[in-house]
């Protein structure tokens, strides 16, 4: 019973002045207070958050390949013939890269805590990425013959060749 008298602590003997510790051995409060204090002003220095936030970045311009694709064997699946359904899904391809292109700006702000952040590579691989699915769609035009890319196909703006021959019935 000796031995458990020595963990024991008698708190009615404490007096107001002296300060017991009870923090585990190795704890040094002043190093911790020092870490406290530095780690405020040192988060807009992290490297290792910067590091995070970039990757960040890229990984949400890579994100639209999933979509893009499932769009894209929906699409295929829809078969190339002129219905409704495979005309809407055909506009769907061309209108979601052509609007996400658009407001790319407002998927990667600029972040006024972060100025050494780079936007412009994630931000031109996903419009890389929506210009994928845009060439698809324009290829699917291609397979439905909605894409003119044949002569026949601008016959009407054609102007009119002058005439050089002349031929009159006999009499």
Known sequence: MSGLKSWRLDLADQTGDKK??????GYDAGLAKDMIAT??????????????KQSALFARATAPVKNMAFMCFMAYMSGNS??????IM?????A????AIVNSGQMFPKEPDWPQLD????????CIV???QLVFGLYKLNGMGLLPVYASDWVSSLKVPDVLEHSYPAI
């Open 130 to 132: 929506q210009c994928g």
């Open 20 to 25: 017991t510790s009870f923090d585990p051995p």
């Open 82 to 87: 002129i219905q409704m359904f495979s005309i």
């Open 96 to 99: 979601q890269p052509i609007t």
């Open 39 to 52: 780690s405020s002003s040192s988060k807009k220095k992290d490297s290792g958050m910067l590091a995070r």
């Open 119 to 126: 936007l412009l590579l994630p931000r031109l691989l996903f």
């Open 90 to 94: 055909t506009f769907s391809l061309l």
